[in-house]
């Protein structure tokens, strides 16, 4: 809301500097946005044009004298601002219009008057001044004073041309749904809830928000009805949103426009227009008013205020701000307490807190003395999953990698390719109002947000990008609930090279087995790496030789590998390396509890072999089925090699294992461990159909 | 100071219990902390910028 010194100067004594008064104001919480000198060349260079910021509960002030009650209030200094008097000339016009309110819990006032004999023109220059000044566009004199007394003194008006109107009888009511064309040629839809002016059956005006085309003042009209009212807010706001139209009047009665002043704003206005269009306005003015509201009394406790603000303002003192604020004050029961009823201008204030918080803001929050709060701390414990967290960054930035943050946000089309670990049917949850349209789902999985962040890197000539992601994923269950999961995941593209004299020696581009290092690595900080199953992966957007699928007991964990050529011709790249994992899972099986085991008292027994299988069969399958066997007995095994080529068969492997044998009670015999072997052996070769290679 | 309506709304008597609330950026403390210029660069993830902070 703009206004200017001068005019303000005109409602209230001011003594401050532009800069203190603005230094006052942002503190009384209307917070100054710019404080400007007025543009024109022929201004007054006294005079300056401020532009606060009014929240939205203090409908009070947004008008000038609004602001010059809370000026007054601040400064002690006194309000000079007095209802228009003299009174304006009079002629007999009192029978012109009938007010009728259908609605009168939509409409609590309608006040009018009639000015007669106006000559439409142009405003005196210091209005128009005044009024651009604001923010205002000059239109036509009588236009120019209901946009001038709204300003001043808070309350809308509208001005209708008075020989338009037929039927002598001023009704408002709800709309039937009928159209309705506003002032500015637009023809509106209305629905039950708007809220019209009628002249008899006729709608003039949308109440509160705009005048109708078939009612305005013209450069033709001669007699004017002056509309003063007091409308609902909510109705009022309900409208002007449907509608998308908002005015300077809808603004104002949203935020509470006082009941009380709508007669003082209309004998103004009235006063105006006889000065500068030549009218004369009725004797009495128009008014119905069926129920005036009561304002609450509110019970203002005396501990209460030195509970909340942590200050003690004794009674009198209390008393003096509230009165300086406009409320009437009165001594309750019990020590120090205070009855107050507020003015009908501060519909804000229904509360006790409401009215301590007033106290607060007259007393200067920055005179209230600052503290630190007593507290009594009780032995906590860090968190778990933070505990854990924290591990898990340490180790991937001990292994090169750096955290990426990104928005949950994603596309239909990446959700549909990139779907995540979840298990079961699986919907992606959509976002009710996205900001963007390629952001209206949340994602399924971490990974389309880290080959975006690639991307961004490689536009950036970047020629390594080693990244990881903790974060939650969501979906929409079946039944409509949305769950969400903490993942973590990890994309490695690129070389790892490094400067210096030494970097043909370094390693080339990340591999396969650089990935499942960092995996492992990671199961290792979880103290799973045992438990964990490797298994041949079907991920849609990975490599399907060259990705596997992690379970722990038949669950979840995550995948990893290589992308799939289909991803890489679609982004542009080349393979990456990726892992998404279930960080919940992660934490839910890592033991809490370090275990320690005794050291071994009996020596083991190495023995080696080497298989020749079908390339199609997982090392990790052999493993597991090697380990199954043992029972107790085998305590390691190792992979050592893997060959591929000229004595091998075409389309198998040969893959040699060390594997350790040793028992817990005894040293075993060579006997027994060449038995054991020979078993584990066979059986293999039955299983897998695999063949010694000697 | 947190309103009286939103405690009775959680169940608890604003007679009895009060409370204070206040907000800061995380990013906006990070950024005066380590003289970072434009808070857009948290969610930019270019590696330069992320290599910084080790």
């Known amino acids: 809301m703009k206004f200017t010194l001068n005019w303000l100067k005109e409602l209230v004594e001011v003594a401050a500097s532009p800069d203190e008064l603005s230094d006052l104001l942002t503190m009384a919480g209307l917070e100054v946005e710019s404080l400007t000198p007025l543009a024109r060349s022929d201004a007054d260079p006294n005079d ?307 009215l301590i918080e007033e106290l607060a803001r007259l007393y200067g929050y920055q005179n209230i003395p600052t503290t630190l709060p007593v507290l009594h701390p009780k032995a906590g414990k860090a968190d778990y999953q933070l505990i854990w967290e924290r591990r898990l960054r340490s180790f991937l930035t001990g292994e090169g990698l750096v955290e990426v943050i990104n928005l949950p946000f994603t596309n239909d089309v990446l959700n549909q390719t990139f779907s995540g670990l979840w298990s079961g049917p699986t919907a992606p949850v959509a976002v009710l109002n996205p900001l963007v349209k390629d952001s209206a789902e949340m994602r399924l999985s971490l990974l389309p947000g880290l080959i975006e962040n690639l991307r961004l890197n490689l536009a950036q000539k970047t020629d390594g990008f080693f990244a990881y992601h903790l974060g939650k994923v969501f979906r929409l269950r079946t039944n409509g609930e949305i769950e969400e999961k903490q993942c973590l995941a990890g994309l490695l593209y690129g070389s790892r090279k490094r400067k210096g004299l030494r970097s043909a020696d370094m390693p080339g581009p990340v591999t396969f087995l650089d990935c499942k290092g960092i995996v492992e690595g990671i199961f290792d900080l979880f103290r799973l790496r045992e438990s964990i199953v490797w298994s041949r992966a079907n991920v849609a957007v990975l490599h399907p030789g060259r990705s596997a699928e992690l379970r722990r007991d038949d669950q979840k964990i995550g995948y990893m590998g290589e992308s799939h050529p289909d991803v890489n011709d679609r982004f542009g790249l080349s393979p990456m390396m990726a892992f998404e994992l279930d960080f919940e899972k992660l934490l839910q099986y890592s033991p809490r509890q370090i275990r320690a085991r005794s050291l071994p008292r009996y020596p083991a027994v190495e023995r080696d072999c080497a298989l020749v299988v079908d390339q199609a069969v997982p090392s990790q399958q052999i493993i597991t089925c090697i380990n199954e066997l043992g029972q107790n007995l085998i305590k390691g095994i190792e992979i050592f090699d893997e060959y591929r080529g000229d004595s091998i068969p075409y389309g198998k492997k040969s893959l040699a294992y060390k594997i350790f044998y040793r028992a817990d009670d005894r040293t075993l015999t060579d006997d027994e461990v060449n038995t054991m072997h020979q078993q584990v052996l066979d059986h293999i070769s039955k299983v897998f159909q695999a063949q010694r290679r000697s | 100071m947190i309103d009286p309506e939103v405690f009775k709304f959680v169940g608890y008597d604003p007679d009895r219990v009060s409370g204070f609330a206040f907000g800061m950026g995380v990013e906006r403390i990070a950024m005066l902390k380590y003289g970072i210029d434009d808070i857009r660069l948290f969610f930019q993830n270019d590696l330069r910028f992320l290599r910084q902070f080790r």
């Not at chain 1, 004797?283 to 030195?306: F, K």
């Open chain 1, 48 to 354: 300056w044009v401020f532009e606060i910021s009014v929240t939205p509960n203090r409908g009070d002030c947004l008008s000038v004298l609004g602001l010059a009650r809370e000026v007054a209030a601040f400064t002690g200094k006194p309000l000079k601002y007095r209802p228009s008097d003299p009174q304006p000339k009079v002629t007999q016009c009192l029978e012109t219009v009938a007010i009728k309110i259908v609605n009168p819990e939509l409409c609590w006032r309608y006040s009018a008057m009639v000015v007669e004999n106006v000559g439409i023109g142009q405003s005196p220059m210091w209005m128009q001044h005044r009024l651009e000044a604001c923010g205002f566009r000059s239109v036509n004199n009588v236009v120019d004073v209901t946009n001038y007394v709204m300003v001043e003194v808070g309350q809308p008006l509208h001005a209708f041309d008075l020989d338009r109107l037929t039927s002598g009888q001023i009704v408002i009511r709800q709309s039937s749904g009928e159209g309705f064309a506003t002032l500015d040629g637009v023809k509106r839809e209305l629905t039950l809830g708007d809220l019209l002016i009628c002249d008899g059956n006729t709608p003039i005006a949308l109440a509160g928000i705009m005048g109708g085309q078939n009612s305005e003042v013209t450069a033709a009209t001669r007699r004017v009805l002056l509309e003063s009212a007091h409308f609902d807010p909510t109705t009022i706001r309900r409208t002007a949103k449907r509608l998308g139209l908002h005015s300077e009047a809808s603004h104002r009665f949203e935020r509470g426009v006082d009941p009380a002043r709508t007669v003082l704003a209309a004998q103004r206005a009235a006063q105006l227009i006889s000065e500068h269009a030549g009218g004369s306005g009725s004797a009495g003015v128009l008014d119905s008013y069926p129920h005036p509201p009561q304002p609450p009394a509110i019970l203002l406790r005396q501990d209460r205020i030195r509970k909340v603000l942590g200050v003690e303002i004794a009674s009198p003192e209390a008393d003096k701000i509230l009165s300086a604020l406009g409320l009437k004050t009165g001594k309750a029961a019990g020590g120090g307490n205070l009855v107050v009823v507020p003015p009908t201008s501060r519909c804000d204030l229904t509360r006790e807190a409401d």
